[in-house]
């Protein structure tokens, strides 16, 4: 244990060089007793966390396979990353889902309301337990989600802050590629698409919570692996603190 303990405080001041191959490493520790440990690392870059599960899922499994058949070969799968940056170019073409989204954007308005300045701190407020079951008996009584009402009470803080009831932030969508075998490819298929939202200021919490899940809908729908926006961080901790009471108001209200 110490020298695994050892290993592992010694690789956190070892990372990842975006520029230098591999930004993916391995090390086994044989600790007796047929027991091994297995450290694997790589850089968020090349995996997601779908990615990664299903790596380590599939050694294990091969392991165990190769334990009752040391001749097993693990079957090819149908798909490849090509496949992906395929229908990456494919819709970027389509001009269905470019007239989409410029109408969508057309006159946004960029949020003023993070720095310049790198922000390498993280912030966080924790929901008590009852705080939580509250949030998921709402989302129960509304059909919607815990998701959706955060995101819900993020949209309404960055409207204060900004001033400004037209918001634009951004989505996390994670699109592999729909052919055969393309849940098995590993890889990042992380992306960020935009969702701007006008926020009517005399509509109830239900109603606005409604409307977002719908709006959240309509732009999946037309995301696929296409809308790129950068999103700068700043005032990190203030914007955490408003978001956390935005909930507990739409809590106390409905």
């Not at 591999?22 to 790589?42: H, T, Y």
């Not at 599939?58 to 799968?77: G, S, V």
């Not at 003023?112 to 929901?127: A, K, M, Q, R």
Request: glycine residues 4%.
């Amino acid at each position: 244990e110490n020298v695994i303990g050892a290993f592992l405080q010694s690789e956190l001041l070892n990372p990842f060089d975006v520029s230098n191959a591999p930004l993916f490493r391995m090390a086994a520790f044989n600790i007796g007793d047929d027991n091994i440990v297995f450290v694997s690392q790589c850089h968020h870059a090349i995996i997601d966390g779908w990615s990664d599960s299903m790596l380590l899922t599939e050694l294990n499994n091969l392991y165990l396979a190769l334990l009752e058949d040391i001749t097993f070969k693990p079957e090819k799968i149908k798909a490849s990353y090509k496949n992906y940056v395929v229908e990456h170019e494919i819709d970027k073409k389509d001009a269905k889902i470019q007239s989409y989204w410029k109408e969508e954007l057309q006159d946004h308005s960029k949020l003023n309301i993070f720095t310049n300045t790198p922000v390498n701190s993280i912030y966080g407020n924790v929901l008590s337990e009852n705080e939580v079951n509250e949030l998921k008996h709402l989302a129960a009584n509304l059909s919607s989600t815990v998701k959706e009402i955060s995101l819900s009470a993020y949209l309404y803080m960055l409207s204060i802050l900004n001033s400004d009831p037209d918001i634009v932030t951004g989505l996390v969508t994670n699109n592999r590629p729909s052919c055969q075998d393309g849940d098995k490819i590993l890889g990042c298929f992380l992306n960020t698409i935009p969702l701007r939202f006008t926020i009517d200021y005399n509509v109830t919490v239900k109603d606005f919570i409604i409307e977002i899940g719908v709006d959240v809908s309509s732009v999946f729908v037309m995301s696929i692996h296409f809308g790129v926006v950068s999103v700068q961080r700043g005032k990190a901790e203030f914007c955490c603190e408003v978001t956390k009471q935005v909930l507990r108001e739409s809590i106390r209200e409905l």
